[in-house]
């Protein structure tokens, strides 16, 4: 019975990533066959492998730029959402007022609106002719940037995308924190800064870790965003690698991009894993 | 200090502080942040929804200075806009039932029964979400160009079912789970079969569950854009795929219309199934246990 859904992700994800592997690495033979007629710019391994493309990507300069661009867009993200979660859900959980319950509502509604129609209107609204523009000159501020098209834009994108899953995940977790002992470290003279760094983030580690991870695998994945609210270039390599898919016809240029941002995504996922490690070993450490 | 505050009785009229500095700056502070929030979430689709209805909206105006309508009727009389929404109606039903054939059983069986290799399976299942979707994509149509898939139907409905198996898997299992056993095994002794039993039983138990697990689905493959790009074009444009030519080719009114139709099904059947999302479950399914 579980075996229909595993074989569709054994064939559509684990078989396709391992055929993109064997391309990379200049492999153009069975799976990866018709890709290759229609390829240009190939590197070929005829014996062995070949690192050919890997060293072409990675050497050229705009693909450097996506790169950083990409991880420094993937690290602000993640600390904006993480921070505004926190700050959300430990309103609403300590607060118990129509204030943060319109809050809290607030902050799931992209859950109603589809990525494409919110990067849309991000975009108008963040552009020259924008709320923000609009606002800042009747304020007097008539130098105010455009945030439209810039990595900034593509930033806060990516926050708006990615706040309801972080309020879920941490509001749901902060729920789970028993009020006895919040006040249990009230009545002995916690102030509210040394509840939540003694009681209430030390429980919350792991939503936390989700949180963090998840929204970065969601901005090293995204093209909708960047591409709607970035600029041509630098972009983020969900973008740059969709050209070169694409518009470039350069299929392993591109699958080698997937490769780069396999590995950082991997990188967010040991953190995951390791987390739910140390949290299963301290729970049978104590029980 | 009188007898009644020695006594720990505080009157009533002391008992709400009075305002100091730091009290007001809190408060505003926390109204300022909260508006602030309330721009930051609501302010761009209200920006974007008013584009629908504006003629002429000339810069720095707060609102359009002339309405309109005849938007609306662009967009409407626009053939291949029309077949955009027809082709997301077609792509969304059969995804969410292939999904729904291919992923219920497995969920009922990581639910009620224990087999080897159990936990494995359902780690293997949440690998869809360790990926970075637009390099998943890419990967995949790699190897779709062989198996003819790309530019097809199949293609796409293949694209789309990826993004709905953790979820079709996990919350249908969920509300398996909840259907307490004695009720099942009441109805056996009674003298009903393991099918009757799953029938007239389990499944009208767990079927809340199952319908928010099918809304979800529906709902992935009506937004998903960036993988139904990559395999779809040129033959399968979907609405949310025909966004990223509408942007840059079309009057942004003509956007903000069709955004405000491509929305619409998307704010019904979320508000659906808000409840179910908001109590928690959805954050239970990403902790690997």
Same mark, same amino acid.
């Given at each position: 019975?579980?075996?229909?859904?595993?074989?569709?992700?054994?064939?559509?994800?684990?078989?396709?990533?391992?055929?993109?592997?064997?391309?990379?690495?200049?492999?153009?033979?069975?799976?990866?066959?018709?890709?290759?007629?229609?390829?240009?710019?190939?590197?070929?391994?005829?014996?062995?492998?070949?690192?050919?493309?890997?060293?072409?990507?990675?050497?050229?300069?705009?693909?450097?730029?996506?790169?950083?661009?990409?991880?420094?867009?993937?690290?602000?993200?993640?600390?904006?959402?993480?921070?505004?979660?926190?700050?959300?859900?430990?309103?609403?959980?300590?607060?118990?007022?129509?204030?943060?319950?319109?809050?809290?509502?607030?902050?799931?509604?992209?859950?109603?609106?589809?990525?494409?129609?919110?990067?849309?209107?991000?975009?108008?609204?963040?552009?020259?002719?924008?709320?923000?523009?609009?606002?800042?000159?009747?304020?007097?501020?008539?130098?105010?940037?455009?945030?439209?098209?810039?990595?900034?834009?593509?930033?806060?994108?990516?926050?708006?995308?990615?706040?309801?899953?972080?309020?879920?995940?941490?509001?749901?977790?902060?729920?789970?924190?028993?009020?006895?002992?919040?006040?249990?470290?009230?009545?002995?003279?916690?102030?509210?800064?040394?509840?939540?760094?003694?009681?209430?983030?030390?429980?919350?580690?792991?939503?936390?870790?989700?949180?963090?991870?998840?929204?970065?695998?969601?901005?090293?994945?995204?093209?909708?965003?960047?591409?709607?609210?970035?600029?041509?270039?630098?972009?983020?390599?969900?973008?740059?690698?969709?050209?070169?898919?694409?518009?470039?016809?350069?299929?392993?240029?591109?699958?080698?991009?997937?490769?780069?941002?396999?590995?950082?995504?991997?990188?967010?996922?040991?953190?995951?894993?390791?987390?739910?490690?140390?949290?299963?070993?301290?729970?049978?450490?104590?029980? | 200090?009188?007898?009644?505050?020695?006594?720990?009785?505080?009157?009533?009229? +002391? +008992?709400?502080? +009075?305002?100091?500095?730091?009290?007001?700056?809190?408060?505003?502070?926390?109204?300022?942040?909260?508006?602030?929030?309330?721009?930051?979430?609501?302010?761009?689709?209200?920006?974007?929804?008013?584009?629908?209805?504006?003629?002429?909206?000339?810069?720095?105006?707060?609102?359009?200075?002339?309405?309109?309508?005849?938007?609306?009727?662009?967009?409407?009389?626009?053939?291949?806009?029309?077949?955009?929404?027809?082709?997301?109606?077609?792509?969304?039903?059969?995804?969410?039932?292939?999904?729904?054939?291919?992923?219920?059983?497995?969920?009922?069986?990581?639910?009620?029964?224990?087999?080897?290799?159990?936990?494995?399976?359902?780690?293997?299942?949440?690998?869809?979400?360790?990926?970075?979707? &637009?390099?998943?994509? &890419?990967?995949?149509?790699?190897?779709?160009?062989?198996?003819?898939?790309?530019?097809?139907?199949?293609?796409?409905?293949?694209?789309?079912?990826?993004?709905?198996?953790?979820?079709?898997?996990?919350?249908?299992?969920?509300?398996?789970?909840?259907?307490?056993?004695?009720?099942?095994?009441?109805?056996?002794?009674?003298?009903?079969?393991?099918?009757?039993?799953?029938?007239?039983?389990?499944?009208?138990?767990?079927?809340?569950?199952?319908?928010?697990?099918?809304?979800?689905?529906?709902?992935?493959?009506?937004?998903?854009?960036?993988?139904?790009?990559?395999?779809? &074009?040129?033959?399968?444009?979907?609405?949310?795929?025909?966004?990223?030519?509408?942007?840059?080719?079309?009057?942004?009114?003509?956007?903000?219309?069709?955004?405000?139709?491509?929305?619409?099904?998307?704010?019904?059947?979320?508000?659906?199934?808000?409840?179910? &999302?908001?109590?928690?479950?959805?954050?239970?399914?990403?902790?690997?246990?």
């Amino acid at each position: 019975m579980v075996l229909p859904p595993v074989a569709v992700v054994a064939v559509f994800i684990g078989f396709p990533v391992g055929a993109a592997i064997a391309y990379t690495l200049g492999k153009t033979g069975g799976p990866n066959s018709t890709v290759a007629l229609i390829a240009q710019r190939q590197h070929v391994a005829k014996h062995g492998v070949t690192l050919g493309a890997y060293r072409e990507v990675l050497g050229n300069s705009h693909v450097r730029g996506d790169l950083w661009a990409t991880v420094w867009v993937t690290l602000l993200t993640i600390g904006v959402v993480v921070a505004l979660s926190w700050a959300i859900g430990l309103y609403v959980r300590l607060s118990d007022t129509w204030i943060a319950r319109a809050v809290s509502a607030l902050s799931v509604i992209p859950l109603f609106i589809p990525v494409v129609i919110a990067s849309y209107s991000i975009l108008t609204f963040y552009a020259a002719q924008g709320f923000l523009k609009t606002l800042a000159y009747h304020t007097g501020w008539h130098s105010f940037p455009t945030l439209g098209y810039t990595m900034w834009a593509v930033v806060i994108g990516e926050v708006w995308v990615n706040v309801p899953f972080g309020v879920l995940m941490m509001s749901s977790g902060l729920n789970a924190v028993p009020n006895a002992l919040i006040e249990a470290a009230r009545d002995s003279g916690a102030s509210l800064p040394q509840t939540i760094r003694a009681v209430l983030f030390p429980m919350n580690v792991i939503p936390t870790v989700i949180v963090a991870t998840f929204t970065g695998i969601y901005v090293l994945g995204s093209f909708t965003v960047p591409y709607l609210t970035g600029p041509s270039a630098p972009n983020l390599m969900g973008v740059s690698m969709s050209q070169f898919f694409q518009s470039f016809n350069q299929p392993q240029q591109a699958e080698v991009m997937a490769m780069i941002v396999f590995v950082l995504a991997a990188g967010l996922g040991t953190i995951y894993v390791w987390a739910n490690m140390r949290a299963a070993k301290r729970a049978s450490q104590t029980t | 200090m009188s007898v009644v505050e020695q006594a720990g009785i505080v009157p009533i009229a +002391r +008992r709400r502080p +009075r305002p100091t500095v730091r009290s007001v700056t809190v408060r505003a502070v926390g109204t300022v942040l909260v508006v602030a929030l309330l721009v930051f979430m609501v302010g761009p689709l209200i920006w974007l929804a008013l584009r629908a209805f504006s003629d002429i909206w000339p810069y720095p105006r707060f609102l359009p200075s002339d309405w309109t309508l005849k938007w609306w009727h662009s967009v409407f009389a626009d053939k291949s806009l029309g077949n955009s929404i027809k082709l997301s109606f077609e792509f969304a039903p059969v995804v969410t039932v292939a999904s729904a054939a291919i992923c219920l059983p497995a969920a009922y069986a990581f639910s009620r029964l224990n087999f080897p290799g159990r936990r494995f399976f359902l780690v293997s299942l949440f690998a869809t979400n360790a990926f970075p979707k &637009i390099g998943l994509y &890419i990967s995949m149509a790699g190897v779709f160009y062989t198996f003819n898939l790309m530019g097809t139907f199949l293609g796409v409905v293949f694209v789309q079912l990826i993004g709905t198996i953790v979820f079709m898997t996990w919350i249908p299992a969920a509300a398996f789970s909840s259907v307490p056993r004695s009720l099942e095994e009441a109805a056996r002794d009674a003298g009903a079969g393991p099918l009757r039993v799953f029938f007239r039983i389990t499944f009208p138990l767990a079927a809340p569950g199952i319908f928010v697990a099918m809304v979800l689905s529906f709902l992935y493959s009506f937004d998903e854009a960036q993988g139904t790009f990559l395999v779809g &074009i040129p033959n399968y444009i979907t609405m949310p795929t025909e966004m990223y030519t509408l942007v840059l080719n079309y009057p942004e009114q003509a956007g903000a219309v069709f955004s405000i139709l491509l929305a619409v099904p998307s704010i019904i059947l979320m508000s659906l199934v808000r409840k179910h &999302i908001m109590g928690g479950r959805l954050a239970e399914g990403f902790q690997l246990r």
